[in-house]
């Protein structure tokens, strides 16, 4: 079975992500003294992602490092309409491997989050991901400081068109890279309204 952030897959989630998962395998190869600094990079995020159970919090990243990752730990911080930031109630874990190259996720249920912020949930636009603890598959760690600031914003409004970019961009890659061999129907395409495809 294969933990992703999330609870359970079934089984069409499973094909679905491991689809995604070999082709964010074969992104290009990113600038090293940046990845030594900031080994996961948040790529894609929202706050109201659909699903048939409810609106989930969903964050993507991807590994640019040079080694296996198998923990994540992703500090939240909540962005309301009137540009107020306001801490998640927790720290979130993502316990599964993240080879170099190759994307993760993290996904939950936001009811937990609606019941820490109360009212003031409705108003949440968008979040600010921190990556702030990493654990390798070697047993070593990184962990972020002042000095070395691992994160990104997104707006749920963005959430759509940030997916359909970041897929734009692992299919060029890999198309530049296997002209015989074209990269078949967005591997996201599922991502962008999960409740419409019946999860």
Same mark, same amino acid.
């Given at each position: ?5 999330? &609870?359970?897959?079934?089984?069409? !989630?499973?094909?679905?992500? *491991? ?18 600094? #900031?080994?996961?990079? @948040? ?41 107020? &930031?306001?801490? *998640?109630?927790? *720290?979130?874990?993502?316990? !599964?491997?993240?080879? =170099? ?19 003031? +949930? &409705? ?18 760690? +990184? ?6 600031? #691992?994160? *990104? ?17 692992? &299919? ?9 061999? =074209?990269? @078949?129907? @967005? ?8 409740? !419409?495809?019946? +999860?």
């Amino acid at each position: 079975m294969l933990h992703i952030g999330m &609870r359970v897959l079934g089984g069409k !989630s499973l094909k679905v992500l *491991a689809c995604f998962l070999f082709v964010c395998s074969v992104c290009a190869a990113q600038d090293r003294s940046l990845a030594a600094a #900031c080994p996961l990079r @948040p790529t894609v995020a929202g706050t109201n992602v659909p699903f048939r159970s409810g609106e989930h919090i969903v964050v993507w990243f991807e590994n640019r490092g040079s080694k296996n990752v198998s923990r994540t730990q992703l500090q939240l911080t909540m962005i309301d309409a009137f540009g107020q &930031r306001h801490p *998640a109630a927790k *720290a979130y874990m993502v316990d !599964s491997q993240v080879k =170099p190259n190759e994307a993760g996720m993290m996904m939950e249920s936001s009811i937990s989050e609606a019941q820490h912020m109360g009212a003031r +949930w &409705r108003s949440v636009r968008g979040l600010e991901v921190q990556v702030t603890d990493i654990t390798f598959a070697d047993g070593t760690q +990184w962990h972020s400081g002042s000095s070395l600031p #691992c994160g *990104a914003t997104f707006y749920n409004s963005a959430y759509e068109h940030d997916m359909r970019a970041w897929n734009a961009a692992l &299919r060029t890659d890999w198309n530049r890279r296997h002209p015989e061999d =074209p990269m @078949p129907e @967005p591997a996201l395409a599922a991502w962008l309204l999960p409740r !419409s495809e019946g +999860w």
